[in-house]
């Protein structure tokens, strides 16, 4: 059996761990570190030790998911220091992927936008995503883009920009 990933997904946790404020009660924590235990055991072979572990990993998603209202699969491809700031309602769809030091609050959709069209969102280093907002589609979220509360990305936001409203719209820049 391959444990040589243990450190690094001890070391994920906890740099997850000091994201959240050291709160072991943070349901965004518990969360990411079920998705990281998720990711490590996928590392197991063969693939007969590997099943006691599946099912555990199975059993905790069905957890945070019922539980907490996170839908957050092992197959998302996620940076460090993600921040779920807070629990319910959060669909994320599988073949999504975040960049470092994201934030992530309620009731978010990120995910395709038809079952013709499987391509999944991109989301930059730094992205700010409000509550309620929904990402679908192919799009790229730049770096340190901000998306407002209950705005529908349906279209690219580029770096160090906000977008607002249904659909999105990218709001001008001002300058302080």
Known sequence: MN???IGALRDQCQEDFRAHGS????????TLAVHRFGNW???IEPKALRAPFSVLYRALYRRMRNYYGIELPYSVIVGRRLVIAHQSGIVVNGAVTFGDDCVLRQNT???V????????PKIGNGVH????????GPVVIGDRAVI???????ADVPCDATAVGIPARILPRTEA
């Open 23 to 30: 709160s072991w009660s943070s349901p965004g924590f518990r």
């Open 113 to 120: 936008r038809s079952f013709d069209d499987l391509r999944a």
């Open 41 to 43: 055991r996928m590392t």
């Open 109 to 111: 959709t990120i995910g």
């Open 3 to 5: 444990l040589t990933g």
């Open 129 to 136: 995503i409000g509550a309620g907002a929904a990402i679908l």
């Open 148 to 154: 407002g509360a209950n705005a529908v990305v349906v």
